[in-house]
Every structure is written in C-alpha cells, then in structure tokens.
C-alpha cells in the first residue's frame, strides 16, 4: 500500500477504501474517521497497544513476514488491539472514543517521490511537533527534511516519513 503524501491519524486519517481523509486542524479523529495504529509483535512476543474504546479494526498494512491472521496472530479486547506470534502491522481503528480530553496521538507525514509536504497541525492543542519514529531510509532531521511552518504545521522533504507527536 502506498502513503498519500498528507498526514495519517494515530497515525493517519483514513477511510476504506480512499487511504486518506483531511482532518480537522487540533483534532482527534471523528468517529467517521480511522485512526492508524501501528503495532508490532517483537521476537514473537506477545503485545497489546492502545486503540479508541469499542473502535472496529481492520488491518491495513502487513509489515512483517509473519503472517498476520485475525483472532490468531491479533486481535480486539476492549480498548486494546493484540499483536503476536511475530504479526506488525498498521491498523485501522474507527468508531471508537479516545478516553480524556487531551489528545496524545501522532501523525504520519510522508515526502512521497522526495517532493515537500505539509501536515496539519495545530502545537496550540497538540503541543509543538517532534519527531517520534523514523519510518523511511531517507533520514529525518529537524531543519533539514523536517521542520514546523510558522503557521505551526510540519512539512517534510527529501523522502522523510515519519511519525510525529507532541504534548
């Protein structure tokens, strides 16, 4: 599957089957939007990660050689999507809730084909942007292939993907 060159919600804003949405500036996913969780079985471990309360599941992306089979090597339980026997993938939750008031997600924001993008953001809700996880070869440096508009937004170049978060 191939990244859009906008931010993905918790990654990403996403809905089945266009791969993504825009989202609203400082806001968590709506209930008509999908969050993109990434979670990863290391060394055949077991492991929970965190989705939207009563969230639907679907999984969007392979990342792992072990394959990924539902309610066998992952699954749901409550607020929680399970991963194991060695599946990592990227998830999409929708129709859940996320708990509290402050949102902690993150995005993805991608240069596709090494072209600049720009990812909304907004550092009054969210807190300023820093980069969480590189997830392309192509390095991520602050003020080089990654940085903050004045308006508060990230921008990307130079084949930069990356997942970013703040508070």
Sequence with gaps: MRYLPVALFLSAAIAAPSLAQAQPRGAPPSK??????????????????????SAR?????????????ENRSWGVKKD???????????????????AGSGWRGSII???????TTTCPWDSRKMGRARLLEQLSSANCREGQSWGLT???????????RGRFGGK
């Excluded at 599941?57 to 089979?69: E, G, H, K, T, Y």
């Excluded at 924001?109 to 072209?115: H, L, M, N």
């Excluded at 004045?150 to 930069?160: L, Q, T």
Aim: glycine residues 10%; aromatic residues 8%; hydrophobic residues 30%.
């Design 109 to 115: 924001c991608a240069s596709e084909d090494y072209r």
């Design 80 to 98: 929680r999507l399970w991963v194991d026997r060695g599946c990592r993938a990227e998830f999409a939750a929708s129709g859940g809730a996320w």
């Design 57 to 69: 599941v679907q999984l969007v992306r392979q990342l792992s050689s072990s394959a990924c089979v």
């Design 150 to 160: 004045r308006s508060g937004d990230i921008w990307v170049k130079d084949g930069c």
């Design 32 to 53: 008509s939007q999908a969050t993109v969780v990434r979670c990863e079985s290391d060394n055949g471990r077991y492991r929970e990660c965190r989705i939207p309360g």
